[in-house]
């Protein structure tokens, strides 16, 4: 018989948006007739048309696969030269990255899981809490973790607190870290970290020989002038980070699937005897094996979200999901609620009444009120005692949910 990767039995109960998808569908078989008031604020899905640049630029490619003197077949795994030159000239312009040290994708997600397959065990591993769980459970799954407790928090990870008092921004710990999780814009707080608190993170990674896996996938959300879009604006982070973007949110890539990570030449790893290992070569050999490349009509399209139209009309769709952001923040706050997040970021945090769990929340606004929310529970035990609210919807719905949240809530 076959044996399993035992690590997958530690994993808790199910993904977290799996489990929200149960219950809503238990609650629509239960109560048919509610089923069309149904409004999702859950998961982070957009609801908006990809941008019309994007959609001809596809168009285009589509005809040329259909033309043998234009026709692609397999591409390069690490993406076309087009779409990689194209990312560093718009979003990474001075900061030192060149095109060969981006990989194009078809997922954030899946690459900050990925990405552990080249590391080793053993690795100290800092995560944020609250955090999204695809870095806990393909921790988990790779064997980097103990059991969970009765709580949830895995043996074997250093958890980062982020609470109210560090407006849910963790510092650097006392203790030494090899690989450290950020994501700023933070999901699921919308927490965005300042300039001086990255330069300690990147100081802190230099000091300890560590590398910062940095999502930046809602970075185009950032409204402040003074936050950083990327952790190379911080000087020595060429030597420790790898970051991770995204054309999902910003371009509306969801169903269309399309990211890329970027790893500096000179970021390193230690082989058992002590040699340093530029990551780079080792995420390149492991792209190479493992992934075909996206295709050919997709990195067309996200190549457009850069062209002069392509870059107005994702700025349209930015200050639709954020006003969104606004009238949901305002929604919350008016209820007497702490609220976090919604300004640099499309997800909007919030306090639950006193005395009501996050999960009561989500059984509360689905029963009563027919709004899908995420419990924060879901994203690590100092998530609990609030909930998320997702921007990414039509105005009419979120409209609709402040509404909602009034009635419900007054």
């Known amino acids: 018989m076959a044996t399993i990767n035992s690590n997958f039995l530690k994993l808790k109960a199910g993904y977290l948006f799996p489990e929200i998808a149960r219950r809503v569908k238990a609650y629509t078989e239960a109560n048919p007739d509610k089923a069309a008031r149904i409004i999702r604020c859950g998961i982070g899905d957009v609801t908006e048309p990809l941008p019309a640049a994007v959609r001809e630029a596809m168009h285009v490619a589509v005809d040329e696969q259909g033309d043998r003197a234009t026709f692609k077949g397999y591409g390069p795994e690490q ?50 809490d609250p955090v999204y769980p695809v870095y806990v459970d393909t921790n988990v799954m790779a064997g980097n973790t103990g059991d969970a407790d009765e709580n949830g928090a895995y043996e074997g990870l250093l958890y980062l607190p982020c609470n109210a008092e560090n407006e849910f921004v963790a510092g650097v710990p006392s203790e030494k870290a090899d690989l450290i999780y950020l994501c700023f814009p933070n999901n699921p707080t919308g927490a965005v970290a300042t300039r001086a608190q ?5 100081a802190y990674a230099k000091k300890n020989d560590a590398i910062i896996l940095f999502d930046a996938a809602y970075e185009a959300f950032i409204q402040d002038p003074e936050v950083p879009h990327s952790i190379y604006e911080i000087e020595g982070a060429l030597d420790c980070a ?48 493992k992934f075909n490349g996206a295709s050919y009509p997709v990195q067309k399209g996200a190549a457009a979200v850069f062209s002069e139209e392509g870059k107005k009309q994702v700025s349209s769709l930015i200050n639709h999901y954020m006003g969104n952001a606004k009238l949901l923040r305002e929604a919350s706050i008016a209820l007497g609620l702490k609220v976090f997040g919604g300004v640099n970021a499309p997800y909007v945090w919030v306090s639950c009444p006193q005395g009501v769990s996050s999960w009561q929340m989500f059984d509360k606004m689905l029963q009563e009120a027919q709004v899908v929310i995420t419990p924060g529970s879901g994203f690590g035990s100092a998530g609990e005692g609030y909930f998320r609210i997702s921007a990414f ?7 609709e949910v402040c509404r909602r949240l009034k009635e419900q809530m007054a």
């Open 242 to 289: 790898i970051e991770f973007r995204s054309f999902s949110k910003n371009g509306g890539f969801t169903g269309v699937r399309c990211a890329y990570v970027v790893i500096p030449k000179s970021v390193t790893g230690r082989s058992d005897d002590g040699t340093p290992i530029p990551i780079h070569q080792l995420w390149s050999r492991r792209h190479s094996t």
């Open 198 to 202: 990255l330069t300690e993170w990147v």
């Open 79 to 128: 993406g076309y030269e087009f779409l990689r030159q194209a990312i560093v000239d718009n979003q990474f312009a001075n900061l030192g990255i060149s095109a060969d040290e981006v990989f194009i994708s078809d997922g954030s997600k899946c690459d900050t899981g990925n990405i552990l397959d080249i590391f080793g065990k053993g690795n100290v591993i800092a995560i944020t």
């Open 393 to 399: 919807n039509t105005r009419e719905n979120v409209v």
